[in-house]
Every structure is written in structure tokens, then in C-alpha cells.
């Protein structure tokens, strides 16, 4: 069965840190792009951070400095680390996979919500 099954979010103070999981299953997780996207209460849908199949990272501006995207590809998991939380992180956070050459091309998470708050 393909899944993407997000963990470890919660409710964090500002400042605080949180770290995301995301369990891969039934798919070649090493040779996908890896992503996180978030999305706010009234917002779209946003890229937070994309991690390539060798590595390459990239970040939205609003989170460089303070998110760190890792992959584990023996353990099928991908990971967001996040620090200085603000407020403004406040979202539900979606995993992402993506290969245009393969089948399924992508498949995404259901979420885990990340609430930043006094």
C-alpha cells in the first residue's frame, strides 16, 4: 500500500522546536523528491522545504535558518526539523513525493498539525 504518514507535531510555544517525521511506504523511497508543504487556517497551500533524491535542498524564504529537511532512505522516513517556531508556522503539515519517471508520479500525506502558541 502507498503511504505517506506524517508524525510529531503538537502544540509548541514560540521559540520553541519540533521535529517532523514522515514514514514512506510502498513506493522506491530513495529515487523520489522528497518535500514539506504547509497549509494555514484561510491560506493555500505553500512549499516549506523540498529535499532531492540526491540530496539537494531548497527552502521557502520564510523558514531559511530555522528548518532543516533530512532524509533517511534506509529507514523510509523524512524528517523536518524546526526551530525558533513563530506563530506564523501555525499549519497543518504535508509530506511529499514526487518522481515524474515512475508510478505512482506522486503521492502526498494527510497531515500532522504543527500549533505555535502561548
Known amino acids: 500500500q502507498v503511504q505517506l504518514v506524517e508524525s510529531g507535531g503538537g502544540l509548541v510555544q514560540p521559540g520553541g522546536s519540533l521535529r517532523l517525521s514522515c514514514a514512506a511506504s510502498?513506493?522506491?523511497?530513495?529515487?523520489?523528491?522528497m518535500g514539506w508543504y504547509r497549509q494555514a487556517p484561510g491560506k493555500q497551500r505553500e512549499l516549506v522545504a523540498t529535499?532531492?533524491?540526491?540530496?539537494?535542498?531548497n527552502y521557502a524564504d520564510s523558514v531559511k535558518g530555522r528548518f532543516t529537511i533530512s532524509r533517511d532512505n534506509a529507514k523510509t522516513t523524512l524528517y523536518l526539523q524546526m526551530n525558533s517556531l513563530q506563530p506564523e508556522d501555525t499549519a497543518i503539515y504535508y509530506c511529499?513525493?514526487?518522481?515524474?519517471?515512475?508510478?505512482?508520479?506522486?503521492?502526498w500525506g494527510r497531515g500532522t498539525l504543527v500549533t505555535v502558541s502561548l
Open positions: 529535499i532531492t533524491s540526491g540530496g539537494s535542498t
Open positions: 511529499h513525493a514526487d518522481n515524474p519517471l515512475t508510478y505512482p508520479r506522486d503521492v
Open positions: 510502498g513506493i522506491r523511497f530513495s529515487i523520489y523528491a
